[in-house]
């Protein structure tokens, strides 16, 4: 018998500034923005803590202060698991990969609900760190970060040879861009509506 996956919850926070520099007093960590997340989702979802089984994260940045971030928040959050929890990496499809990995997780009957989860917080992170210490080490660290080539520079040569095997023209991967930020721009806008209407409701 096939399995088959819906989704039945989510929770996010909008784009934007939520990190503290390291040098202030007090810290904003990601298991604290991460566990009201996952208490919404869950409580969006209709089902109890206790029916989530498998949870799939996306790997954190290395200057994520709390390591082992998927098996502490397990813990933090008392979640009671049978299924895997785990992490997976693979550049821009991360995401991607965690939502099929938490769909396998049901489709092998390993548990009835999982989770796909991750955060990403690099705001309070100088550039020059961050090109450093991720970017830059990417790839073949003896040969791509000597000669400058970061992921950025690998998108835009498997788009240039797209576009000479295939045919595509600037024009169809500009589209790309313009319907992103489209959505964005809906995004927030629907978010600031939300944010006003509640400020007025308190």
Not at 130 to 153: E, K, L, N, Q, Y
Request: hydrophobic letters at 40%; one cysteine or more; glycine letters at 6%.
């Amino acid at each position: 018998m096939t399995r088959r996956v819906a989704i039945v919850g989510t929770s996010a926070i909008p784009v934007g500034r939520h990190q503290t520099r390291s040098d202030e007093p007090l810290q904003v960590l990601e298991q604290e923005i991460m566990s009201k997340l996952v208490v919404d989702a869950v409580k969006d979802a209709g089902v109890d803590r206790k029916d989530i089984q498998s949870l799939i994260f996306t790997v954190t940045r290395p200057y994520t202060l709390q390591k082992y971030f998927h098996t502490f928040l397990v813990s933090h959050l008392r979640l009671p698991c049978t299924g895997n929890v785990m992490e997976v990496m693979g550049n821009g499809m991360t995401a991607a990969l965690a939502f099929d990995q938490a769909c396998n997780e049901i489709m092998l009957g390993r548990t009835d609900v999982a989770l796909a989860l991750g955060i990403n917080m690099e705001a309070a992170t100088p550039s020059i760190d961050h090109a450093m210490s991720s970017m830059r080490s990417t790839g073949d660290v003896d040969f791509h970060a000597t000669a400058g080539f970061i992921p950025i520079s690998w998108y835009a040569m498997d788009a240039m040879r797209y576009m000479h095997d295939h045919g595509a023209t600037r024009e169809q991967f500009g589209s790309v861009a313009v319907k992103n930020c489209h959505h964005a721009i809906r995004c927030t806008t629907r978010w600031r509506n939300t944010a006003s209407r509640s400020r007025w409701t308190r």
